[in-house]
Nanobody
């Protein structure tokens, strides 16, 4: 049973930080590109960041310089470090997996990803 589980969301003040985790079970992430997506109320789901099996990374312009993605294959987990959070970062954050070889390394297009987690809420508010 393939499963992705996100954790680490919560309520944080503007300027604060959170670290999200995406843990996989039932399969190894070694050959997968992992993407982080987010969906705010009334908006479409958008790509935030991704990391390929080889460690290549990509970021949306809106988070570049503030967010950092990393992976620990030994723990079968990918992390998203979010710093300098802003109210516009408020959303449900999802992680997703796609075979790196199928998508050509990195992608922030949601239709490229086959496996999805259930999401974790991030709220940035004073």
């Amino acid at each position: 049973h393939l499963q992705l589980v996100e954790s680490g969301g919560g309520l944080v003040q503007p300027g604060g930080s959170l670290r999200l985790s995406c843990a996989a079970s039932g399969f190894s992430l070694d050959y997968y590109t992992i993407g982080w997506f987010r969906q705010a109320p009334g908006k479409e789901r958008e790509g935030v960041s991704c990391i390929s099996s080889g460690g290549s990374t990509k970021y949306a312009d809106s988070v570049s310089g503030r967010f950092s993605i990393s992976r620990d294959n030994a723990k079968n987990t990918v992390y998203l470090q979010m710093n300098s959070l802003e109210p516009d970062d408020t959303a449900i954050y999802y992680c997703a997996a796609a075979l790196t070889g199928w998508i050509g390394d990195t992608s922030l297009q949601r239709h490229d990803y086959r496996y999805w987690g259930q999401g974790t809420q991030v709220t940035v508010s004073s």
